[in-house]
C-alpha cells in the first residue's frame, strides 16, 4: 500500500525532507543545507527514497546535556536550547520528531548553536501553548529537566509558569504511558 501512496498520493519522506530543509533555512532556522533526494521505483510503485544534504560539524546531540547532569555548563545548554525551541515556535515551526537525537548542538566560543536533522515530519503552523509543551514529550526526561525546561519557556514566551509546569508534566506522562500501554500489549501478543 505504502508503495502506491508514496507514488501517486504523498511525498516522500527524502522528498519532505528536501523541501522542509528550504523552507527552514528561509526562516534562518538551522539544519543541514539540502543538497537534493533521489527516488527509486519499480513497476512505477515506490521502493525507497533518500535526502542529502551537507555534513554539519557538530560536538554532540542535546541528548547528551538533557541526560548527563554533571556535564559542563549543562544549565547554559539547555537554557539556549529552549531559546532554540521558542524561536521555532514562534516562527511556526513544530518538529514532529523533536527527539534528543535530533537536535545538534555546536559549541561556539561562549555560547551554543543548535540545528535540527530527521527534519521529514515537520509542520508550519501557530504554535499554541499545548503545543509547545507537547513538542518537549519525546525528549523522554526527568521530572526536575522538564520543569527546569518550563520555567525557561515560561520566561521567554510570558506564558504562566505554572501552566508550562503542568502541561510539559502532562504531556510526558501522556506519551510514556501511551509507550507503557503499548509494550504491554505486544508483550502480551508476542510474550516478549
Not at 26 to 45: A, Q
Request: proline share 2%; with cysteine; hydrophobic share 40%.
Amino acid at each position: 500500500m505504502n508503495q502506491i501512496v508514496y507514488a501517486y498520493i504523498r511525498n516522500s519522506k527524502a522528498k519532505k525532507s528536501y523541501l522542509n530543509a528550504i523552507e527552514l533555512i528561509k526562516l534562518s532556522i538551522s539544519t543541514p543545507k539540502p543538497i537534493g533526494y533521489i527516488e527509486f521505483y519499480r513497476y512505477k510503485l515506490f521502493k525507497e527514497s533518500f535526502y542529502v544534504s551537507e555534513f554539519v560539524e557538530y560536538n554532540f546531540t542535546i541528548r547528551e546535556p538533557l541526560r548527563n547532569k554533571t556535564l559542563k555548563n549543562r544549565e547554559k545548554i539547555i537554557k539556549e536550547f529552549v531559546r532554540f525551541t521558542y524561536n521555532l515556535h514562534q516562527k511556526g515551526v513544530f518538529h514532529k520528531d523533536f527527539s534528543a537525537g535530533n537536535t545538534l548542538v555546536i559549541i561556539k566560543e561562549d555560547s551554543y548553536d543548535f540545528s535540527i536533522v530527521d527534519i521529514n515530519r515537520l509542520e508550519l503552523k501557530t504554535i499554541t501553548l499545548d503545543l509547545a509543551m507537547k513538542n518537549f514529550d519525546k525528549l523522554w526526561l526527568d521530572e526536575d529537566t522538564l520543569i527546569f525546561i518550563a520555567k525557561e519557556y515560561a520566561k521567554l514566551s510570558g506564558y504562566n509558569e505554572e501552566e508550562c509546569i503542568n502541561k510539559i508534566i502532562f504531556y510526558d506522562k501522556k506519551l510514556k504511558d501511551f509507550v507503557q500501554k503499548r509494550r504491554k500489549i505486544k508483550k502480551g501478543i508476542f510474550g516478549k
